[in-house]
């Protein structure tokens, strides 16, 4: 329904997982695509089998390997591998307490109480019926949800925390009952419970009034479920909050724009807010084309390591790096101090992490891979030393290491001449005001500057003709700077 309504966060759903993010259900519903079936008869012909099956096994290998192995030293979510596993784990201690959530700028310290882990695992445990994988996948990163008397549905990732964080509802059986509405209606459920949340924020301070929300219940479980009801449908409030938040906060004016704290290029919500500017994750946020984070992190670990033997364990094993050089940037890495977050890794290093985990994303998005297998986890089965020989082996192409970056490298910068076309410059380029408690403005734009020379963009994040041209698409040069976007193939 929220497709065809085309609500801004409406998600496709199938079976066993959904594309959820930045409204691809709106994209259906504009062009009225219900569905999509594929139904396959025909066999599938690899080019030479016995490679492909070959470097298969070395893949599976190491998912067995990982799967008895957890990465030591990182949070229970980081240590395997597959979208987080968080229908399997109950304890959600790190996750409640370490930053804000939903709209909110408050984090809440003592959430994770005795009497809050006995009811949340009480309550998991009874609405999970199974958990479930995607199609031939050995990783059950999904469950089978039923709870009470509500239908069964899929779920997976963090939906079970967004919606009861955004609402201030301490008990998770709520959670289970309005993401299987949710589910039904076909909404994302990172940016959808911020947009909710953030009507009930007007409506506290008094910019949204009962005429707006009549007959609106005043309980946080019940006006969640009003609010979104009248979201899908584009009813009222709902047509206007179905927008998102950015447009609806100028819509709705009266002050409702300070409320807007927490998007990134007018559409997506971040789910938390943090304390101290993380240099990586700027990067990420402000120059990725997809906007959603979590279509762009991943590789890179969250935190510096405390000790150095844990920092050398962790770089002991790690074949997926591009670099040797990457490791030493581990070993140096501290918690406090010269060599602690915002200053490093510095932003050259930056540049090179962000580059390479934006580079296996979109390895996956034209492969076909699910991230959880290869660019959103630590140390996944499938890096940039495997995925050429797979590939080569699968379709036949003479692809090597500098062929398959070279591919990437044209998408992302097709990618980014194509928003550069619809205005995309680097003003735009900045996460939402407040998503860190503590900003460093000059080091920020030193990190946008060192990234734009490193992708051999200008100082717009603009492609320059040279760039383009190395990559074979200096028709894309001639373009831009026949709409006079680019000038002298450089400014
Ligand atoms: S790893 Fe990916 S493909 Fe496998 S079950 Fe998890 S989400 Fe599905």
Redesign the pocket.
Do not use: L
């Given at each position: 329904m929220a497709g065809e309504n085309r609500v801004f966060t409406a998600s496709i759903e199938q079976a066993?997982?959904s594309a959820s993010r930045l409204g691809g259900g709106a994209v259906m519903g504009d062009k009225k695509i219900k569905a999509v079936a594929i139904r396959g008869t025909g066999d599938v012909f690899l080019a030479r089998p016995e490679e492909f099956m070959k470097e298969l096994q070395g893949v599976t290998d190491y998912i067995n390997f990982r799967n008895t192995n957890p990465i030591k030293d990182v949070m229970t979510i980081m240590s395997g591998?597959?979208?987080p596993q968080e229908m399997l784990h109950t304890d959600e201690k790190w996750h409640t307490e370490n930053f804000a959530w939903g709209n909110a700028r408050t984090r809440r310290r003592d959430f994770w109480t005795d009497e809050i882990d006995a009811s949340w695992t009480k309550s998991q445990h009874g609405a999970v019926k199974r958990l479930?994988?995607?199609?031939n996948?050995?990783?059950?990163?999904?469950a089978l949800i039923s709870h009470k008397d509500t239908p069964r549905y899929m779920a997976?990732c963090f939906g079970k925390l967004t919606y009861a964080m955004a609402a201030y509802v301490d008990d998770l059986d709520f959670s289970w009952k309005i993401l299987q509405r949710a589910t039904e209606y076909g909404v994302d459920s990172f940016s959808t419970p911020q947009i909710l949340a953030f009507a009930v924020e007007l409506y506290e301070a008094g910019i949204l009034t009962d005429k707006d929300l009549p007959g609106c219940p005043k309980d946080n479980e019940g006006r969640f479920f009003w609010l979104l009801d009248r979201v899908v449908r584009r009813e009222g409030i709902g047509d206007i909050l179905a927008d998102g938040v950015y447009f609806a906060a100028r819509k709705i004016g009266n002050g409702a724009e300070a409320f807007d704290h927490n998007t990134i290029k007018k559409h997506e919500q971040l789910p938390v807010k943090l304390g101290t500017l993380d240099p990586l994750y700027f990067l990420m946020y402000a120059t990725n084309e997809k906007i959603s984070i979590t279509q762009m992190e991943g590789q890179w670990p969250q935190s510096a390591f405390p000790t150095m033997e844990q920092r050398e364990e962790f770089v002991r094993d790690w074949p997926q790096i591009p670099d040797e050089k990457f490791k030493q940037y581990v070993l140096d890495w501290e918690l406090r101090g010269e060599k602690a977050i915002p200053y490093y890794p510095t932003p050259p290093m930056c540049s090179e992490i962000v580059d390479w985990m934006e580079m296996m994303h979109n390895i996956d998005d034209a492969a076909g891979m699910?991230?959880?297998?290869s660019s959103f986890c630590l140390k996944p089965p499938y890096h940039i030393h495997n995925y050429p020989k797979l590939i080569s082996a699968a379709t036949g192409m003479d692809l090597d290491e500098a062929g398959l970056k070279k591919i990437a490298n044209r998408s992302r910068n097709l990618h980014r001449a194509y928003n550069n076309r619809k205005g995309i410059r680097r003003k735009d380029e900045k996460p939402p005001a407040d998503h860190w408690k503590r900003r460093f403005p000059e080091l920020e734009e030193e990190l946008l500057s060192t990234y734009y020379k490193y992708k051999g963009w200008n100082d717009d994040g603009i492609p320059t003709r040279e760039k383009l041209e190395e990559l074979d698409l200096g028709y894309v040069a001639d373009d831009l700077e026949k709409r006079g976007i680019l000038k002298n193939g450089k400014n």
């Open positions: 066993r997982s591998i597959g979208s479930i994988s995607c199609f996948c050995p990783q059950h990163c999904g997976k699910c991230c959880g297998m």
